[in-house]
């Protein structure tokens, strides 16, 4: 589907007119009185006009968007400590009668200007992004503090929650007409939190590998980086190392578990990876194997993090992703954001490394719970049940190099048993979870180059088509946000998705593969055929 035809999809699943803005309407649009924002300015650009706008955490420099109105509002976070976070609102001349939310990631401070010109406005959406109450990059944690505990709740949840709302004002003061419905699509930060305590504010949400438990994450991510640090230690691993002697042999003994060799673990949960098979045999280059500090490393990489009291830290890595896990949580570099974290969030010592994090460290960080950003509450029903009606679509990436898989299995199942012991309701009625194999995290754009794996990982998703990975399709079958629209106005639950790979993970290059993306608990299946093609693959 072209992605004409998915507007006129989008409008007809509407059920009414979509509106409409224009160059005279943004050129005098002053909205007046707002509950929680001031207004700045609004900036009108003509269809494919030149619009280069940037920011500490995203940018966009393009001139094939459709026409829109730019708004630029200032919100109000705190009034008695004179609080604020600057907030965008876009608006297409050409509106579905939608408003989407995107979101950001790591601890950055910038509206995302890149999804809401590559995913919202292209597609009808009028769209929403906070700077979340600062400026700064991902890793940036410095604004934080110490003891600047208002950004800190800002970042958490407060910045999004209040742009949210403003942002609908905004949109209905410019249309003279309320938005229908209300969206999110992000990945990493963010969008839990208002799942679970502002059910209101959306009625479909769409994450990828979500950071929802704040406190836990970052002391994996520093667990990670202490299970190989420091370099010149004998428990240290190379990239080569990594990329050409772990990689291999991890596909060696699981690649064709699945019944398919072709360089992707479909599900990783049944690949018994045995590092032990990588000794080094006596007078063998080191370089080509494994000693037994870096065979106890990956044991450790590689399982569920407990603390000596058994607490239930975070997942570990799983087999499939070995050549992007260097430039993840076990390579030369610390991971900054974990140290960021407990530095100026948690501890105050803002020279805080990774050496100075024990148990008593988490055990801290989870009585201040920073920000009040974990999102850990498995009870939807606010969200999901009859009253409101929601919906949440969930992906992560098998590979996922920043944020465990395990801790998207993790919450879902907490979900699902909280759903089960204490309510009527049936999890896939509003809850549907999609693991796509091979796949990395899709937020790292400002980290590491966004390779996004060996995998089919173009699929409609923020992160994507501002990389060169547009989905297939506009359709609700390639494009997850609609099929999180069909979802929610014409109750049409997705059981698949098909994605798809590109060369080089760039669209420039033509197709790869294709394969579908199967909804959880099912995995993918090879039936035969033509490996490159997602009819020969099924779910079960």
């Excluded at 599900?267 to 194997?289: A, W, Y």
């Excluded at 799983?318 to 050549?323: F, I, Q, S």
Aim: negative net charge.
């Amino acid at each position: 589907m072209s992605l004409s035809a998915a507007l006129a999809f989008l409008g007809l699943a509407l059920g009414v007119e979509a509106a409409a803005g224009s160059h005279s309407d943004c050129a005098s649009f002053t909205p007046g009185a707002l509950t929680y924002a001031a207004f700045s300015k609004a900036t009108h650009y003509a269809a494919n006009a030149h619009v280069n706008i940037s920011n500490a955490y995203s940018s966009i420099d393009v001139s094939n968007l459709p026409a829109f109105c730019r708004v630029e509002l200032v919100i109000t976070t705190n009034e008695t400590a004179g609080s604020t976070a600057l907030t965008e609102v876009w608006l297409p001349d050409e509106w579905n009668g939608r408003v989407l939310t995107v979101g950001n990631g790591g601890l950055a401070g910038g509206v995302t200007v890149t999804e809401l010109g590559h995913v919202a406005v292209p597609q009808g959406f009028a769209g929403v992004s906070t700077d979340t109450g600062h400026n700064g990059t991902t890793d940036d944690g410095d604004w934080a503090g110490p003891h600047n505990d208002n950004a800190i709740v800002d970042w958490g949840w407060r910045a999004l929650h209040l742009s949210v709302l403003a942002g609908k004002e905004v949109v209905e003061k410019y249309y003279d007409s309320p938005a229908n419905k209300s969206y999110y699509l992000g990945c990493s930060t963010g969008v839990l939190k208002e799942v679970q305590d502002f059910p209101d504010d959306f009625d479909g949400v769409v994450v990828g590998s979500p950071a929802n438990w704040q406190t836990h994450l970052q002391a994996w991510s520093v667990h990670m980086n202490l299970n190989t640090e420091p370099t010149t230690s004998g428990h240290f691993m190379t990239a080569d190392m990594w990329s050409n002697v772990i990689a291999p042999e991890v596909m060696r003994q699981c690649d064709e578990l699945d019944g398919l060799k072709d360089g992707i673990i479909n599900d990783p949960r049944i690949c018994s990876f045995r590092p032990e098979t990588l000794t080094c045999r006596p007078g063998q280059n080191v370089s080509t194997c494994l000693q037994e500090g870096q065979i106890s490393a990956l044991r450790r990489i590689y399982a569920d993090y407990y603390e000596a009291d058994q607490t239930y830290v975070f997942g570990g890595y799983y087999p499939g992703g070995e050549t992007e896990y260097y430039h993840g949580l076990v390579g030369q570099k610390h991971f900054v954001i974990g140290t960021n974290y407990f530095g100026y969030m948690v501890t105050n010592d803002t020279k805080f490394s990774i050496h100075d994090y024990d148990a008593s460290v988490l055990k801290l960080a989870d009585q201040i719970d920073p920000g009040q950003a974990n999102a850990i509450n498995p009870n939807l029903t606010a969200f999901a049940g009859p009253g409101h009606n929601g919906k949440l679509i969930q992906y992560v990436g098998w590979a996922d190099q920043l944020i465990s898989p395990g801790n998207t299995l993790h919450y879902y199942e907490s979900v699902h048993e909280f759903t089960l012991a204490n309510t009527t309701m049936d999890i896939d009625d509003y809850y549907r979870l999609f693991l796509v194999p091979g796949m990395n995290h899709w937020c790292v754009a400002l980290l590491h180059p966004p390779i996004g794996g060996f995998a089919a990982n173009a699929f409609g998703s923020v992160e994507q088509a501002s990389n060169d990975n547009p989905p297939l399709s506009f359709d609700p079958q390639h494009n997850i946000l609609a099929a999180m629209v069909r979802w929610v106005e014409e109750d049409v639950a997705p059981d698949t998705l098909t994605a798809a790979n590109y060369k080089d993970n760039n669209v420039t290059n033509g197709v790869g593969f294709t394969r579908p993306l199967c909804r959880y608990p099912s995995t993918i299946k090879y039936r035969g055929g033509d490996p490159n093609e997602a009819d020969s693959f099924y779910c079960a």
